[in-house]
C-alpha cells in the first residue's frame, strides 16, 4: 500500500535542540509515511535535504520576529511550487502550533485541498497570565498577545480538519459555540525515550529542575520549597538548569543565602540524559505546563517525580502511582512531597519503577508513531 504524504511545516530554528532527536523521529515515521518538512534553520543545517522519507527544504532562520514573520510566506510559495509545479501530492498538512504555521497551514490546505492537522503543543490559556520575576500581574504587552492569539487559535483550529491536542480541555477556555464543531484527538508528543531508557542510573544526591522559562515553570516556588527542607539533608543539592530569559538576579537573590542551590547555565541536549540520570529527584513545578517532556524522560531514567497539579500533567503523572503532584504555587506542598521522597527510599523506588514501566508501555516513541498513524488514517 502506497504510503500517505505528509507536509509538515516547522517553525525553526530546526535542529536546534538536536540534529540526532529530530533526524531519529523522522525517520520512525518513515516506517509509515514518506513527506515533505519545510521550516527555518540554521546556516549550519541548511545541507540537510532528506531524514528518512522526508525531503528537507530550509529557509535560513533570521532572528529578527518581523522579518521572520515576512520570510513565512516563504513557506507558502514552497508548498505552492511542490504541489503543483513538482507534483508532490501531500495528503495531509501538519502544524506543530495553531499560530503563525498554523495560519499558513490552513492557506496551503485551501490552495491544494489538503487535509489539515493543527497540533496544540502549549497551553495558550495561561501562557501570556502570568508575569515575571515575582510580577503577579502580565505587562501591558502580554496582555495584547493574549487577545490576538485567542483569535487567532479560535479562528485556525476552526478551519482545520483535525486538532491534535495534549489533553483534554486545552481549548475550553475558547468557549466554542454549540454549533461549533471541532475533530480532535489527544495523544503525548514525540519523546525520545530511548536515549534514558539506555542511560547508566547513579543518585548523585541532587534535586534536579530543567527547564525555561524560569518563571513560568515555577522556579522560585521550588528554590523557596528546598530553602525549607534542605537543612535535613545537607549532602543533598539542588540544581537548576536552564535558559533563563527574563533575567537570573532574582532567582539568584532568593538562593543567594542557601549554598546547596546552583542555579547552572543550558546544556547540550546530548548531555541531558547523563545529568537526568544521576539526579536523586526530579522536579517540574510549573505555573502551566501542556505536557512536560521532561517528566517522560524522567521516568525513561527510573527516577522518582514530584511536579505541580496544573493542565496536562496529571495526565502523565497519577499521583502516588509515578510520581506526586502538589498544589501549583503552594511552596509548603512542594516541600513537604520533596521532604517526602528524600525521606522515603521504599516509596521514591516504587514511584519510580511504575514510572519506568510506564513511560516504555504508555509514552515510548512507538506508541507516539502509532497515535500519529492512526490520527492520519482518520482523516
Known amino acids: 500500500m502506497d504510503k500517505k504524504h505528509i507536509l509538515i511545516i516547522w517553525p525553526g530554528p530546526c535542529f536546534v535542540i538536536s540534529v540526532g532527536l529530530f533526524e531519529y523521529k523522522f525517520n520512525l515515521l518513515s516506517e509509515y509515511f514518506k513527506g515533505s ?13 532528506a531524514i528518512g ?27 505552492v511550487q511542490l ?7 501531500f495528503n495531509v498538512i501538519v502544524s506543530p502550533n495553531p499560530l503563525l504555521t498554523g495560519l499558513q497551514a490552513i492557506v496551503i490546505g485551501k490552495l491544494t485541498k489538503a487535509k489539515v492537522v ?12 502570568f508575569g515575571a520575576q515575582g510580577n503577579v500581574n502580565p505587562a501591558f504587552l502580554d496582555k495584547i498577545k493574549d487577545k490576538i492569539s485567542r483569535k487567532l487559535i479560535r479562528f485556525v483550529v476552526l478551519k482545520a480538519d483535525m486538532v491534535k491536542l495534549l489533553y483534554g480541555g486545552q481549548l475550553t477556555h475558547l468557549k466554542f459555540r454549540k454549533e461549533e464543531k471541532i475533530k480532535s484527538v489527544c495523544f503525548p508528543n514525540f519523546v525520545s525515550t530511548k536515549f534514558f531508557l539506555e ?6 544526591n541532587y534535586v534536579l529542575f530543567m527547564g525555561y522559562p524560569w518563571y513560568l515553570k515555577g522556579v522560585d516556588v521550588l528554590i523557596r520549597a528546598f530553602n525549607k527542607i ?3 539533608y545537607p549532602d543533598y543539592k539542588l540544581k537548576v538548569i536552564g535558559w533563563c530569559p527574563e533575567g537570573r538576579e532574582y532567582f539568584e537573590n532568593l538562593a543567594k543565602q542557601n549554598n546547596t542551590i546552583q542555579l547552572l547555565e543550558p546544556i547540550p541536549y546530548e548531555e541531558v540524559p547523563k545529568i537526568m540520570a544521576a539526579c536523586s529527584l526530579f522536579v517540574l513545578p510549573s505555573r502551566t505546563e501542556a505536557m512536560g517532556r521532561v517528566l517522560i524522560e524522567a521516568m525513561a531514567c527510573k527516577k522518582p517525580i514530584v511536579a505541580s497539579n ?32 528524600l525521606g522515603n527510599k521504599d516509596l521514591a523506588k516504587k514511584l519510580a519503577e511504575n514510572g519506568y514501566i510506564y513511560a516504555q508501555t504508555q509514552l515510548s516513541e512507538q506508541k507516539y508513531v502509532e497515535n500519529f498513524r492512526d490520527m492520519v488514517k482518520n482523516l
Open 37 to 49: 518538512i519545510i521550516g527555518f534553520a540554521l546556516p549550519e543545517y541548511m545541507r540537510l535535504k
Open 230 to 232: 534542605s537543612i535535613n
Open 199 to 204: 542511560q547508566e542510573r547513579t543518585d548523585g
Open 118 to 129: 493543527v497540533e496544540i503543543n502549549g497551553n495558550f490559556d495561561s501562557a501570556f497570565k
Open 310 to 341: 496544573v493542565d496536562g500533567i496529571p495526565t502523565i503523572v497519577k499521583n502516588d502511582f509515578n510520581g506526586l503532584l502538589f498544589e501549583s504555587e503552594n511552596v509548603d506542598d512542594l516541600a513537604e512531597k520533596i521532604d517526602r521522597l
Open 83 to 89: 504541489y503543483y509545479i513538482k507534483k508532490v501530492r
Open 53 to 79: 522519507a522526508f525531503d528537507f527544504y530550509t529557509c535560513k532562520f533570521f532572528k529578527n520576529n518581523i522579518v521572520r514573520t515576512l520570510f513565512s510566506f516563504y513557506v507558502i510559495v514552497k508548498a
